[in-house]
Nanobody
């Protein structure tokens, strides 16, 4: 299983970024994907999830600003982030769970992460 994130960088408050995660080594279309983020010294925070049937879920705090999507033909999952705030600064990780999820928070493989910095 390999998950490779890209698209992170420096953006001003109010700006947008789209993260991508290229997946390989498993039947991508059959499994849930998600994004989590982590600030140094803090716990992982679940950001979004998308199931194999494209149902999505978000924490209430991020609904309306973040959108997850997937392209099964490209084995890629995306995270569109709008109206970014300084508190969104973190390392963002793509993740998958190679079994049937019983919770949106269940993941067993993660990528290496991509840094997102929101600053003026």
């Amino acid at each position: 299983v390999q998950l490779v994130e890209s698209g992170g960088g420096l953006v001003q408050p109010g700006g947008s970024l789209r993260l991508s995660c290229a997946a390989s080594g498993f039947a991508f279309r059959s499994y849930a994907m998600g994004w989590v983020r982590q600030v140094p010294g803090k716990e992982l925070e679940w950001v979004s999830g998308i199931r194999s049937d494209s149902r999505t879920s978000y924490p209430d705090s991020l609904k309306g600003r973040f959108t997850i999507s997937r392209d099964n033909a490209k084995n890629t999952v995306y995270l569109q982030m709008n109206s970014l705030k300084p508190e969104d600064t973190a390392v963002y990780y793509c993740a998958t769970y190679l079994r049937r999820q019983s919770s949106w928070h269940e993941y067993d493989y993660w990528g290496q992460g991509t840094q997102v910095t929101v600053s003026a």
